[in-house]
């Protein structure tokens, strides 16, 4: 902060170490000062820098090896180079931080539903299920770790990003030419740069010798740049006396000085905003896992209640089913329903969700791959099917990123009377100039598809015809008249001119190329020249087919920025005649060559001075004086094309005799020679004659403009982000229909988004240490763009449409913009620092939300623009996707939702930070991807439904099961099994059911608090099933039991200690035991004797069962497991009494107790006890028949269950739709045939063999359900289409909602439009504003 005097000797006291002298360093220079008072330094600064460059200019001092040196142009020494490398830091980008593996792992692990199932697993291993438990621990841990390694290896944007910059740089060090590292390179080097050469900083400009380079990686936009010493061009997107580093150097040569290295860069800013973490609006689980997650959570209170329900029903039923439980024993009756709860609940647990919904996304992915999007991260799938705005840029995403001639307009002399042709309609019958006005259609890029009409014979049906077969009668290039010679020529103006502009069209783009390879056509050469080369093809005018003529290489005039012209020179043909009838034009007697001169129409408008003449079925070349009328009307027709966002491009023709063309020679340079073409020779009539004016624009694709009406329909936001200007931003938006129908949104340019309208172009610390060349003419470039703002906003702004405050806050420039809000939420609003503090300042979030909710078309777009937007929309609620292919584009493909790069023209920094690349660069294909998306989801809520209808269905049936007294309708077994073949496998194939009808007409879904599951599918699916699933079971399984055992409860069927129960009829299965010396009764495990009836063919056959002992005499008949389950073993020889008799235990209870010898106090099981096997008598096996059948069942109405779940509206004529379901259907069918006929694989699952009837039971029982769930959908359909916003017209496009901000502190409700309420921006006007005007 000191201040001192400047010592003009310190070149001669550089190396006297001072004590006293200090090193200052100033806004220019170095220099050694000596501290004393404070003084003004800027007047020191003048005379120091004035005095050095005398003493430098007379010869008498050298540049200094120690210091740096004070005469612009001479560079750095080398100590000082040191000296500000150490400072600054190497000219590096600094790569962007990557996430760990073990960051990666804990954000994919934050799903409840994870937590829910380790839990279950935790659960099935205590309670001794450790398969189970170690299936879901492997379930949890491959979907974990899938995802992040996925999630991983998509971080790779900054090292490409680092590979742009340039290894080598040529710069002056010690006033002489160096090579040196680029990472050296410090601000206020001297650069040398030239054609081939990647700009290794941002430099300005010095010296240039037509220097043109190619700024795609900033700007988007593939065009070249002509650089100068002063910013001349002011339509340019940066000055054009700036270099920028990362951009390369198409031709030409430069004497530049460094102003920023490393992060200080246009592209460091861009490093910048790709490693800000909080730039990213993606959060660390998407959309559609935070709603797993949130259904994990609905999930896990259904398991409370499973546990709460089963210990409650279990205790009050005194249910002893499957349990060692003594009915009288209610401890014990506590902790088996307890136990049954928590298998219950681990069961109702979507174990396999996350899996599912992983597997779905993959199948999502490789559908979008079919469909050229390439999902780089899998949750792009998912994204996109959220989004509710797409942010795009416009070249070569919605346009074909091919400059093409749209429109040619010629006049010519001639003493008809003006006819339709031309459609001129301020023509007078009595005009002698007739105006013809043509159109090329299609526009197909670089294709040569021959169509160019008049411009009031295109009509619509013209159109289709052109599109159905190519050729129409009113084509003005049909049977490639144009190029053939023999014929003569047309006899209209129209085709006579349209012969002229492709003749001289072709002329004029001798340096390009047009081919074809491999059926794609390719170009090389600027893209003008590309432009005008297809035009001339389109009428036959190809290599192949030349005019004979021979360019004079010599007398070309090559085009620049400053003249905005070119002309080439061609010898034409001894025999005039074969060009007059390929080409329609007629020279002046002596004409030797023709000058064809092209270039901007204000550029030599003036400079015209003749017109064509028809004559005889001919063009006359200057035939005629161009009249002052004749140049307003050609003035005219340019301000039309112009109007139509169309590059206008002027084409005149001179014939030159050789006197003229020696004259030509004899020119001291390229813009003498041009010089003496556009001046008249008024001894002579041959003056530079007007031929036409070509209407040039990138056409948009032809899908582009239906695939955006989908997204309209879809209630999809499109958003056209551009570095063009804004006439063309908004035609081209006009012409795609950008704009929903029910409102027009507005066009902006985005440097409304900034607070203030100061440009800087350089930091802070930069500007210091600058030369006052290089700081004058970054001062003029600064002058230059706030004065372009100015026109601009004059023209464009938004400030009649929004509600800024315009007091001047404490942090606004000048009055401009609204007021800075103390809440800065978005990254945008970050601190800058000394090194940043030449990028753009942003107003407000609330500010910056109101221009982002209603501008559709953003137009001189810089790469932080793109990121305040996408971060704006993003604070109001919407997913936004947003495109790009230029390295620019990276810091908002990082930031978006889903950002989505091109295949083709993407750079690799850009594909690198995008979750989606689209293979052919189109639009379309993202609509395509947002439906692949969509189409997911939809599929995962029928997953998660028919997941969930089932799961609980189970649940429903067992709790009835237990409430009424049944046995069990299915065992753990049987679970496990139904849990892979049906819970998963067969449900897995939903993910390829196809699209509903629908799906593009439905506005994005809301992600906040998403449960998958809707209301509708809750009332009239769920619901339902739930209802009808278990009494269909129960009721078979009744039916079954009744008819194998003759009884239905299962106290019955299970049997009892009690004596004389079985006698009395009361149950199945009579127990013994012994007493122990307490008097308790000890029971047997099985037990000693079971009466059956079982229901055979309608009779009934009763099945007396006694137990056997080989040993001690009895007459038992010892029967195996089959005999046991048709046979009846007979009573004992001697009855009961010789081993059994009547004993009473504490309880007063009477049963029946063993007399034999063999009978242990303990109540162990004596090897001579004859009772029954453990798990075969008819009781048992009857009961594992009955739950065969309910099984059987179970698994067949699942089935039907999930066919009507494949659609949401009636599913008859998709009925044999997804092969995939199909399949694994009829391997689980054909899995469960053999289950039930092959004994060893019954065994394991509990099954037995099932008859005829029974499986025809159990598909009657299938089909009803079926059927009355699809009865079901004639509620359920128009239920889900009033929640979708179908119900009033089902065509109806869906609504775009819009997201109302914050605005200035006080909270506005979100407003959708919906179909009885729309936004409308009037509506919002503030009449004290409505016409306030900017500065």
């Known amino acids: 902060s000191s201040r001192c005097f400047t010592c003009s000797l310190h070149i001669a006291w550089a190396h006297i170490p001072w004590p006293f002298f200090k090193t200052q360093q100033t806004k220019n220079s170095e220099a050694y000062c000596l501290r004393l008072k404070p003084t003004n330094w800027r007047k020191w600064h003048q005379v120091v820098m004035s005095v050095a460059s005398i003493a430098a200019s007379s010869g008498n001092v050298a540049p200094t090896s120690n210091f740096g040196t004070f005469v612009p142009g001479e560079g750095l020494s080398s100590f000082e180079a040191r000296r500000r490398l150490q400072e600054d830091g190497p000219n590096a980008l600094t790569p962007p931080g990557r996430k760990g593996v073990l960051e990666i792992l804990l954000a994919q692990s934050q799903s409840f539903i994870f937590a829910m199932t380790l839990l279950a697993a935790l659960l099935s291993y205590q309670l001794g299920e450790h398969r189970k438990a170690s299936i879901l621990c492997g379930l949890v841990t491959f979907v974990i770790v899938a995802n992040t390694l996925g999630e991983y290896s998509g971080q790779d944007a900054g090292a490409e990003l680092a590979k742009m910059s340039s290894s080598k740089a040529r710069v002056l060090r010690d006033g002489e030419e160096a090579t040196v590292d680029a990472e050296e390179l410090v601000v206020g080097d001297v650069v040398f740069v030239k054609a081939g050469e990647i700009i290794p900083a941002d430099l300005v400009v010095l010296e240039t010798a037509?220097?043109?380079?190619?700024?795609?990686?900033?700007?988007?936009?593939?065009?070249?740049?002509?650089?100068?010493?002063?910013?001349?061009?002011?339509?340019?997107?940066f000055p054009s006396n700036m270099l920028y580093s990362g951009t390369s150097i198409v031709a030409g040569a430069a004497k530049t000085e460094v102003i920023a290295t490393g992060m200080r860069t246009q592209i460091g800013l861009i490093a910048k905003r790709m490693s800000s973490p909080a730039a990213s609006t993606k959060g660390a689980?998407?959309?559609i896992h935070r709603s797993v997650s949130t259904f994990g959570q609905f999930s896990a209170g259904l398991g409370l209640m499973a546990i709460l329900s089963l210990t409650t029903l279990v205790t009050l039923t005194r249910y002893t089913g499957g349990s060692p439980c003594d009915a009288e024993d209610t401890k014990c009756l506590l902790l088996s329903g307890s136990t049954r709860g928590l298998i219950a609940a681990v069961a109702l647990i979507p174990h396999g969700m996350p899996l599912v919904t992983t597997i779905m996304l993959r199948v999502a992915a490789a559908a979008m791959r079919k469909r050229n999007a390439v999902t780089m991260r899998i949750t792009a799938v998912d994204y996109l099917a959220a989004t509710s705005v797409i942010c795009t840029d416009k070249t070569g995403t919605l346009t074909q990123g091919r400059m093409t001639v749209q429109r040619l307009v010629g006049f010519a002399k001639t003493s008809e009377s003006p006819s339709r042709t031309s459609g001129d309609s301020n023509q007078s019958a009595s005009s002698s100039c007739r105006c013809s006005k043509l159109s090329f259609y299609p526009l197909q890029g670089l294709e040569p598809t021959r169509g160019l009409f008049s411009e009031v014979d295109l009509t619509a049906d013209v159109k289709a015809a052109m599109d159905k077969t190519g050729q129409s009668p009113s084509n003005l290039l049909r049977n490639n008249e144009s190029a053939d010679s023999s014929r003569g020529p047309p006899a209209d103006v129209d085709?006579?001119?349209?012969?002229a502009h492709l003749a001289c069209g072709h002329l004029a783009s001798t340096e390009a190329r047009v081919w074809q390879d491999d059926g794609i056509w390719t170009s090389e050469g600027s893209l003008t020249e590309v432009a005008l080369k297809v035009a001339a093809m389109k009428g036959g005018f190809s290599e192949e087919n030349k005019l004979q003529t021979e360019l004079e290489t010599s007398l070309s005039v090559p085009f620049s920025s400053a003249r905005k012209m070119s002309a080439s020179v061609h010898r034409l043909p001894e025999d005039l005649s074969g060009f007059a009838r390929a080409a329609g034009l007629v020279f002046p007697q002596g004409t030797t060559h023709l000058a064809v001169v092209v270039g901007a129409p204000d550029k030599f408008t003036s400079k015209l001075a003749r017109m064509l003449k028809v004559t005889d079925g001919s063009l006359l070349v200057s035939a005629e004086p161009l009249s002052d009328s004749d140049r307003g009307r050609i003035e005219k027709a340019n301000r039309e094309i112009a109007k139509c966002a169309l590059r206008s491009l002027l084409s005149a023709v001179k014939p030159l005799s050789e006197p003229q063309v020696k004259q030509l020679l004899t020119a001291a340079s390229a813009d003498a020679r041009l010089d003496s073409l556009l001046t008249e020779d008024s001894s002579t009539d041959r003056g530079l004659c007007f031929l036409s004016l070509w209407g040039i624009f990138d056409p948009p694709r032809a899908a582009v403009p239906q695939s955006i009406q989908d997204c309209h329909a879809a209630g999809i936001r499109v958003v056209m982000?551009?570095?063009?200007?804004?006439?063309?931003?908004?035609?081209?938006?006009?012409?795609?229909?950008?704009?929903?129908?029910?409102?027009?949104?507005?066009?902006?340019?985005?440097?409304e988004l900034h607070q203030g309208m100061t440009p800087h172009l350089v930091s802070q610390s930069s500007e210091r240490r600058l030369s006052r060349r290089a700081s004058q003419s970054i001062e003029k470039a600064e002058q230059v763009m706030m004065q372009e703002e100015l026109k601009r906003r004059t023209r464009f702004t938004l400030a009649d449409q929004m509600h800024f405050v315009r007091d001047a806050g404490p942090n606004s420039d000048s009055g401009q913009g609204g007021a800075r809000s103390s809440n800065r939420r978005l990254s945008v609003h970050d601190d800058r620092g000394k090194n940043d503090s030449h990028e753009a300042e942003y107003r407000s979030p609330e500010d910056l939300a109101q221009m982002t909710a209603m501008v559709n078309v953003w137009a001189r777009a810089q790469p932080t623009d793109k990121v305040a937007i996408v971060e704006s929309l993003a604070s109001q609620g919407h997913i936004a996707a947003m495109t790009g292919d230029g390295v620019n584009d990276a810091p908002a493909l990082t930031a978006a939702s889903v950002g989505v790069s091109m295949g083709i023209t993407g750079t690799a920094v850009a594909q690198k930070s995008a979750d989606l690349v689209l293979m052919d660069d189109n639009f379309s294909s993202i609509v395509e991807a947002v439906k692949e998306g969509r189409i997911i989801y939809s599929n995962m809520q029928k997953y998660v439904t028919a997941n969930m209808m089932i799961k609980v269905g189970e649940f429903a049936?067992?709790?009835?099961?237990?409430?009424?007294?049944?046995?069990?309708?299915?065992?753990?077994?049987?679970?496990?099994?139904?849990?892979?073949?049906?819970?998963?496998?067969l449900l897995m194939t939903l993910a390829f059911e196809p699209a509903e009808d629908y799906i593009m007409r439905v506005p994005p879904r809301k992600t906040k608090g998403d449960m998958i599951i809707t209301k509708s599918m809750f009332f009239w699916r769920w619901l339902p099933h739930i209802c009808l699933f278990p009494p269909v079971i129960c009721g078979i399984l009744a039916f079954g039991v009744h008819r194998n055992v003759g009884f239905v409860f299962s106290r019955q069927i299970q049997g009892s200690t009690v004596a004389g129960e079985l006698d009395s009829g009361h149950t199945a299965c009579e127990f013994a035991g012994v007493l122990s010396p307490d008097k308790n009764f000890i029971v047997d495990p099985a037990p000693f004797h079971c009466a059956c009836t079982a229901y055979r063919e309608g009779n009934s056959q009763v099945l007396d069962q006694w137990g056997h002992e080989s040993a001690g005499g009895l007459a038992g008949v010892q029967l195996d497991n089959e005999s046991l389950w048709t046979q009846t073993s007979g009573p004992w020889k001697d009855g009961r009494d010789p081993l059994l008799s009547h004993c009473t235990d504490a309880k007063g209870a009477e049963h029946y107790c063993w007399q034999s010898a063999g009978n242990a106090t303990d109540g162990a099981q004596s090897p001579t006890r004859p009772i029954l096997p453990t798990t075969a008598s008819c009781a048992t096996r009857g009961t594992r028949r009955s739950q065969a059948l309910s099984f059987v069942t179970v698994q067949v109405c699942e089935i039907a269950v999930i066919l009507t779940m494949r659609r949401h509206s009636l599913g008859f004529p998709h009925f044999f739709g997804n092969a995939s379901f199909w399949f694994v259907a009829s391997i689980v069918v054909g899995l469960l045939a053999l289950a039930i006929k092959w004994q060893p694989l019954a065994a394991p699952l509990d099954l037995d063999e099932l008859n005829t009837a029974d499986l025809w039971m159990s598909l009657v029982c299938g089909f009803c359900l079926m059927a009355i769930m699809e009865v079901l959908k004639f509620r359920f359909t128009p239920a889900l289409h009033r929640e979708l916003g179908l119900d009033?017209?089902?065509?109806?496009?869906?609504?775009?909602?819009?997201?109302?901000?914050?605005?200035?502190g006080h909270r506005q409700e979100a407003i959708e439009e919906s179909d009885s309420e729309e936004w409308?921006?009037?509506?919002?006007?503030?009449?004290?504003?409505?016409?306030?005007?900017t500065e």
Request: hydrophobic share 40%; aromatic share 0%; net charge negative.
């Open 210 to 237: 037509e220097l043109r380079v190619v700024e795609a990686v900033l700007t988007g936009e593939a065009a070249e740049q002509t650089k100068s010493v002063d910013p001349v061009d002011k339509e340019a997107t």
């Open 957 to 985: 049936c067992i709790a009835t099961a237990i409430a009424a007294g049944l046995p069990l309708p299915i065992t753990p077994v049987q679970q496990m099994y139904n849990l892979l073949t049906i819970h998963i496998a």
């Open 1288 to 1304: 009033k017209d089902p065509e109806k496009p869906a609504p775009i909602r819009s997201r109302a901000p914050s605005v200035h």
């Open 495 to 499: 085709g006579l001119l349209a012969r």
């Open 721 to 751: 982000i551009t570095g063009d200007q804004v006439a063309t931003a908004e035609a081209i938006g006009d012409l795609i229909g950008i704009h929903p129908p029910t409102s027009r949104g507005a066009v902006a340019l985005c440097s």
């Open 285 to 287: 689980l998407s959309p």
């Open 1320 to 1333: 409308d921006g009037e509506d919002r006007e503030d009449p004290d504003h409505h016409n306030a005007k």
